[in-house]
């Protein structure tokens, strides 16, 4: 299992659906259903913080968009989101991680260009350290 596949996994956990960087639509183009999370992840940026310069140490930082169909719901995705991972370390052979850290919140707000919507929206980013 990849920390990718072991973040999705937890937030999956917590709420349903989550999506991995799409959204299922119907034929118009609408999300089906509207309350969900969105997982988007890098693969993690690598860098060397030895001697030997030998590059084990990642940094994955990754997005987690909450929709609803008005504040409330949006604010519920993102709170049970963020419960699944902040401050919690994340278990993935052949990787000692460090906890995740929250980086960053944007107002939740409506999102007029969602189809069907408008949806309302919570952006929160993330980070977590690693080393393999």
Do not use: N
Not at 112 to 120: E, Y
Request: aromatic content about 8%; proline content about 6%; overall charge negative.
């Amino acid at each position: 299992m990849s920390v990718h596949e072991a973040l999705l996994a937890r937030l999956r956990g917590a709420v349903d659906p989550v999506y991995d960087g799409e959204v299922p639509v119907d034929a118009k183009g609408r999300p089906l259903v509207q309350r969900y999370a969105v997982f988007y992840a890098s693969p993690g940026a690598r860098s060397a913080e030895d001697l030997a310069r030998q590059a084990d140490h990642f940094l994955f930082r990754w997005q987690i968009t909450s929709v609803g169909q008005d504040r409330t719901q949006a604010d519920w995705v993102a709170t049970r989101c963020r419960d699944a991972v902040l401050d919690q370390r994340v278990l993935v052979e052949g990787w000692e991680t460090g906890v995740v850290v929250h980086r960053s919140s944007a107002d939740i707000r409506p999102d007029r260009d969602i189809p069907g919507g408008p949806l309302f929206v919570a952006v929160d980013t993330y980070e977590l350290p690693a080393t393999r």
